[in-house]
């Protein structure tokens, strides 16, 4: 069974969503623990609900960015997390613990990339105009977002959006393609040729059970 450690920095609807899809037995994994570092965060209601252990690590706490990070490596391997998952974690990652889990590190981003990195790509989207957004789940390099692409999801913008509003449309994707890439991978079905992700769709079960979306705007 796959260990996951999750970062999570918020709400952690992301966060949820893998844990209800444990839960539902769609997802062939574990959640060793929840490292955040935000006091605040209500993911850390989420992990208490569901008995997930917590570390709260204050990057205050540290010398320096680089060291907070190898701090985080450390207890993702002392609990033999093998897939770190970033969900919603509001801090670029270090190569400190890139380096000791290399393709092993995923993160979602609710924009379409390589539209939109960095922080608020909902509203970068929004502002822009773009008729299409979306989210991607990727893997972490050393970059802003930069990271192979595993899965994307796509959803209409209007005019009239907003952040929120723009948001919360893509927010519901996130919850579907964000499990649905944590279940290839644990079924050894992803692997990377230079930055594309090639998915094995031999077998195509779990692409049944729960399948990436594209919608495209309703014209007529
Ligand atoms: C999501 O929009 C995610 O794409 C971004 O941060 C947000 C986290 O939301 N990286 P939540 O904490 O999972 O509700």
Known sequence: MLSLGV????????????????????????IAVLITDNPNAYAIERARKHNIEILILKP??????????SHIA????????????????MRVVSKT??????????????????????LHGQKQAAD?????????????????????????AAVPAYHDDTEDSLGARILKQEHRIFPYAIKLYSEGRLSIEGRKVIIDADRDDSLLV?????VIPDIC
């Open 7 to 30: 970062l999570a920095s918020g709400s952690g609807s992301n966060f949820q969503s893998i844990i209800d899809n444990i839960e539902s037995g769609y997802l062939n994994a574990k």
């Open 60 to 69: 205050k706490d540290f010398p320096s960015r680089p060291a907070y990070f």
């Open 74 to 89: 450390l207890e993702l391997e002392n609990r033999a997390s093998e897939l770190v998952i970033l969900a919603g974690f």
């Open 97 to 118: 613990l890139i380096e000791k889990y290399p393709n092993r590190i995923m993160n979602i981003h609710p924009a379409l990339l390589p539209s939109f990195p960095g």
């Open 128 to 152: 822009y105009g773009v008729k299409i957004s979306g989210c991607t789940v990727h893997f972490v390099d050393e970059g802003m977002d930069t990271g192979p692409i595993i899965a994307q």
């Open 210 to 214: 729960n399948p990436p979306l594209a």
